[in-house]
């Protein structure tokens, strides 16, 4: 038994010696270290032999096995070697042709878009204040005219925190307060923009998350002409200075009087199509001037103070301006996508 473990390990170096590519040498792993392999059936007997006889084979069935595996290892090594060799010496390198272009990274569709809006708003003479994303319930609704159990709050799908009155906000609303209690009562413009969180069903028009920008001025002079003024400047120099806009009458529990803002389908000219649903207009905003009772939270007497606030999605106006049909292209990082901004 000893003297045929003698000739399997011979006669595999011999085999091994002989292998040339990577075809031959996994040929002969199967046939010498397999399952099947001689070497195999071997030990698979050792329960036949008696005692002395069974250490001494079994002692050599395991320095054969290791030494065809080392043998094996450094053989494949060669090879690789030879074949890196090989390549170096007869492959050419062109060191004329051109790099491979790399790839450039660029803005996410809705930061440009948030850009661009929060660009005009500077040009305008607003200042960018940037608020909490976790806000306590006071803040997202007591101080913004909504105290609990207020019908108003069914308005807002919330995300509660395990902490009692901690809350993501669901506007960026809750901006208006800390910016008021901060300068009150000097005059103040600004935006506010931030990512907001609602639970609600994801729809091609709907997400949990989605960014905002709110506005604010207060001041001793304010009127409903100054907000609509405002809100038309903007529009003009977003979507064009042939826009038309309207403005509808609507309800907001921290504005009164409160409306929306639409402009004309600028796809359809304001005839009708499937991107306003046939009735020529798309809504952009919702605002209205500042309630008194938001004024008085704020720190400003509502006798001598008032003010406009509104609030604008940014992804809502890219959808708008590219007509993107769904929402949730901004966040599934589909580069078919991403690649066309």
């Known amino acids: 038994m000893l003297e045929r473990l003698d000739r399997i390990e011979k006669e595999a170096t011999r085999e091994l010696e002989v292998a040339r590519d990577d075809e031959a040498l996994q040929a002969w792993k199967v046939k010498h270290l397999g399952r099947s392999a001689e070497l195999g059936t ?7 032999l008696d005692k002395d006889e069974r250490r001494a084979v079994g002692k050599r069935v395991n320095e054969v096995k290791t030494s065809l595996e080392a043998a094996y290892q450094a053989r494949l090594e060669r090879l690789r070697q030879e074949g890196l060799d090989r390549s170096l010496r007869e492959e050419r390198l062109d060191v004329s042709l051109p790099g491979r272009p790399l790839p450039r990274g660029r803005l ?17 003479g607003f200042q960018i204040y940037r608020s909490r994303e976790v806000e306590t319930d006071d803040y997202n609704f007591g101080l913004l005219n909504m105290p609990p159990h207020h019908p108003a709050r069914d308005m807002w799908d919330t995300f509660f925190t395990t902490d009692p ?8 609303s809750p901006g208006q307060i800390h910016v008021m209690r901060e300068r009150a009562p000097e005059t103040i413009r600004v935006v506010l923009p931030g990512m907001c969180y609602r639970y609600e069903q994801i729809t091609s028009r709907a997400e949990i998350q989605f960014n905002q920008v709110e506005g604010l001025a207060v001041g001793r002079t304010i009127t409903l002409s100054d907000l609509k003024g405002t809100l038309n400047a903007f529009a003009r120099r977003i979507f064009g200075e042939q826009v038309r806009t309207r403005f509808r009458a609507d309800h907001f529990p921290f504005t009164e009087p409160s409306g929306e803002m639409d402009i004309e389908c600028f796809l359809c000219g ?4 499937s991107v306003c649903k ?35 999605g940014p992804e ?26």
């Open 42 to 48: 071997i030990f698979d007997g050792l329960r036949e």
């Open 108 to 124: 996410h569709p809705a930061n440009q878009m948030l850009r661009q809006i929060l660009t005009v708003w500077s040009e305008m």
């Open 165 to 172: 009155g901690v809350v993501l906000r669901t506007h960026t």
């Open 270 to 273: 304001g005839e009708g199509c």
């Open 278 to 312: 046939g009735t020529g207009w798309l809504e952009i905003l919702g605002c209205g001037m500042v309630h008194p009772t938001v004024l008085t939270n704020g720190g400003y007497d509502p006798n001598e103070f008032n003010g406009f606030a509104f609030g604008l």
């Open 316 to 341: 809502r106006v890219a959808m708008l301006k590219h007509r993107i049909e769904d929402i949730r292209y901004f966040w599934t990082n589909d580069m078919r996508f991403l690649e066309q901004f």
